[in-house]
């Protein structure tokens, strides 16, 4: 029998590697890894969840490894490397599909 994804409907958010938007070290996340695409930043996901936003991103997989000031527990950050990418991006709900 296979495992049924588990869907939940969040707030979406974006950042990029500045000192303003992380800490003073940007490129670093915070399970130690170097920011790449496919980073997400979350405090509600243990670090190596896997999840995919198909609305917004098709089939495309996302994981955690990173996190968020602590006032935003319930939201997902998108990593982008370019600043004005994830400002473009901004603030959308979507649905997520945690895979594992």
Request: zero cysteines.
């Amino acid at each position: 029998m296979s495992k049924v994804p588990n869907t939940i409907r969040t707030i979406l958010t974006a950042y990029s590697s500045t000192p303003d938007q992380t800490d003073d070290t940007p490129f670093t996340t915070a399970s130690n890894t170097t920011v790449r695409d496919g980073v997400i930043a979350s405090n509600f996901l243990a670090f190596g969840t896997k999840v995919q936003i198909p609305l917004l991103f098709g089939d495309k997989v996302f994981t955690v490894e990173d996190r968020m000031a602590r006032k935003h527990d319930d939201k997902i950050d998108i990593w982008f490397p370019e600043r004005h990418l994830a400002k473009n991006f901004g603030v959308k709900e979507a649905e997520v599909i945690i895979l594992e």
